[in-house]
């Protein structure tokens, strides 16, 4: 069964800026959500970000998520 990991990656400007945007994934594990993400960016020709975090969503925010399996959703 998959479940929603909340994914965080940074992007870091010439400038110095940094911005974080922060990702729900359906996966069956941690791993699988970190390499579903990165294939998707690849897919998207995004690079430049590295993947901070990776962590499973708590049985509430999964509730509140309903994310589809093999779905992935950006969050607010």
């Known amino acids: 069964m998959q479940w929603p990991f909340k ?3 940074k992007f870091a400007g010439r400038d110095g800026n940094v911005v974080r945007l922060q990702y ?3 996966a069956m594990s941690e ?3 970190k390499q579903e993400l990165e294939r998707r960016l ?3 020709e995004v ?3 590295t ?3 990776v962590v499973a969503a708590t ?3 999964a ?3 309903q994310l589809p399996e093999g779905c992935i959703q950006l969050l607010g």
Do not use: H, K, N, W
């Open 59 to 61: 049985g509430m925010e």
């Open 24 to 26: 729900a994934v359906s």
């Open 63 to 65: 509730a509140q998520l």
């Open 31 to 33: 791993r699988d959500a």
């Open 42 to 44: 690849l897919g998207q």
């Open 51 to 53: 993947v901070e975090d």
């Open 47 to 49: 690079f430049g970000y």
């Open 7 to 9: 994914t965080t990656i």
